[in-house]
């Protein structure tokens, strides 16, 4: 098993992985801040348009954003029990597990890309290229230009999130963790749990009324 | 300082169906079109949230310091959040004119 490097700056490992923790948390705050800037601009034309933003979230595709919702949720708990393994020394499980959140967060993208060619054939588009005829308000535009920048967005990071699990994966296979020093596989996870808390938020505006 | 227990099995499993039990309430709340949907559904949002960050994502294993960087990031957002919504909401043109609605240019297909 090989033992983790220990940087010249650190004391000890337990400093180290305390160290690498804050700033992970620092960098996922960061990443809510990337957020919030679109959840403050919905806010905004929400406030000023409610009447054409509810219309607008009736006419969404409430079951794929649903089945998305639950999808994550659930890929969150395999993430969570990938670590929960690999601190009970059975590596083979965390594989498993985070194989299958993998295939949740394929899944997810799926699902999603199914719902944006709805969006395509509606003509639900952002800004200018809008031309949904059952929805012609200005309100109905700005609804769908928050939406495709606010989904496209979290795709985006649902993709990063596959590609940091699918490295973890690599280091599970290659026994880079052990029941002590896992840090790597901890923080990689709190990204994928990151992205689930997104959609968490981003469900009710974009699909509940 | 103290560490915390490593989080038991069974708190994920119960985290979870409280997320699945908590996402089909919001679900149904919005589907029977009940009053004040949206403020609910935010609260629930956020009781989801902060389950998955205190258990799945171990918040109650670290240092105060890792809690801290999320409460700091929560209260920037509101604070953004807050005033941007305030200075829409209050503004106030002389004279008066009405929300923008495509028809001036802005939007035109």
Same mark, same amino acid.
């Given at each position: ?33 990337l *957020?919030?800037?679109?959840f ?10 409610p009447?054409?933003?509810?219309q ?15 999808l ?19 590596p083979?499980?965390t594989?498993?597990?985070?194989a ?5 967060g394929l899944g997810?993208?799926?699902?999603k ?6 969006h395509?054939r ?6 200018r ?8 308000? *200005?309100?109905?535009n ?28 690599l ?6 963790y ?8 901890e923080m ?8 689930d ?11 509940l009324? | ?10 708190s ?28 609910v559904?935010?609260?629930?949002a ?9 258990? *799945? ?8 310091s ?10 920037w ?7 941007m919504?305030?200075d ?9 004119r ?8 802005f939007?035109?297909?």
């Amino acid at each position: 098993m090989p033992k983790p490097l220990l940087g010249e700056q650190y004391s000890d490992l337990e400093q180290q992985d305390g160290a690498l923790q804050f700033g992970m948390w620092v960098f996922l705050g960061s990443e809510l801040l990337l *957020f919030s800037a679109l959840f403050a601009l919905y806010a905004s034309y929400r406030s000023m348009y409610p009447a054409d933003f509810e219309q607008a979230i009736r006419h969404n595709t409430l079951v794929y954003g649903t089945a998305n919702l639950y999808l994550l949720l659930t890929s969150s708990l395999c993430a969570a029990l990938a670590v929960w393994a690999m601190r009970r020394g059975r590596p083979r499980l965390t594989l498993g597990l985070l194989a299958t959140t993998i295939v949740m967060g394929l899944g997810f993208l799926v699902i999603k890309g199914a719902e944006y060619l709805v969006h395509i054939r509606e003509g639900a588009l952002p800004g200018r290229y809008y031309h949904w005829h059952e929805l012609p308000s *200005f309100g109905a535009n700005r609804f769908y230009s928050l939406y495709w920048v606010m989904t496209g967005l979290h795709a985006l990071h649902v993709t990063a999130g596959l590609c940091v699990l699918g490295w973890l994966s690599l280091r599970v296979m290659k026994g880079a963790y052990s029941v002590e020093h896992h840090a790597g596989l901890e923080m990689g996870t709190l990204y994928w749990h990151l992205v689930d808390i997104v959609w968490i938020f981003l469900w009710p505006l974009l699909y509940l009324s | 300082m103290s560490t915390p227990r490593p989080t038991p099995l069974s708190s994920y499993l119960i985290v979870y169906a409280v997320l699945i039990i908590l996402a089909t309430m919001s679900l149904g709340y919005s589907l029977l079109h009940l009053p004040g949907g949206l403020v609910v559904s935010l609260v629930v949002a956020s009781v989801k949230a902060m389950a998955v960050l205190w258990i *799945f994502m171990h918040l109650r294993e670290q240092r105060i310091s890792s809690a801290l960087a999320m409460l700091l990031a929560v209260l920037w957002i509101a604070l953004l959040g807050g005033i941007m919504v305030t200075d829409v909401v209050t503004r106030r043109t002389f004279p008066e004119r009405p929300r923008p609605t495509g028809e001036d240019g802005f939007y035109q297909r």
